[in-house]
């Protein structure tokens, strides 16, 4: 799989980039496990608690914006708590999470924490460039 993240100002325009997807995407983790095992060790969760579990059900997570009818390519949004939190985030904070990150089932020995730590830079000022101009961050999915 691979994932692209992007910025876009409504979720109408992200659904356009089904296609031919974005000219600056950046690429990351899978938005609605991985990126949300970044999310529990930010909150201070244990990634693999019934507590960060619980991330994974809140409303829009995950949400699906346009399909390519097999699944091969998607549009999913990236809840605003999330690119917020990510992007707020002190860089020593963000520095501390990444071994443990790296360590996550979803993770573990496909990773480095300084890779993870490479990514996590670039999709920062992503996120954070998200916030400053009012938009959303998107993913697009594609086999």
Known sequence: MKYEYFLAETDESAAQMLETGPTDG???PDPVTELVSLEAILKGLDPSSDEAMLLMSRP???????????????ILGVLDEAVS??????????????????ETEELAGRVTAAELAEVTEILRAL?????????????????
């Open 60 to 74: 829009g997570h995950g949400r699906t914006l346009a399909n390519d009818g097999t699944d091969s390519v998607m």
């Open 85 to 102: 939190l990510i992007a707020t985030a002190e860089p020593d904070r963000i520095t501390s999470a990444m071994q443990p990150w790296a």
């Open 127 to 143: 996120f954070e460039r998200a916030l400053v101009a009012n938009g959303g961050v998107y993913v697009r999915l594609s086999l």
């Open 26 to 28: 950046v690429l990351g």
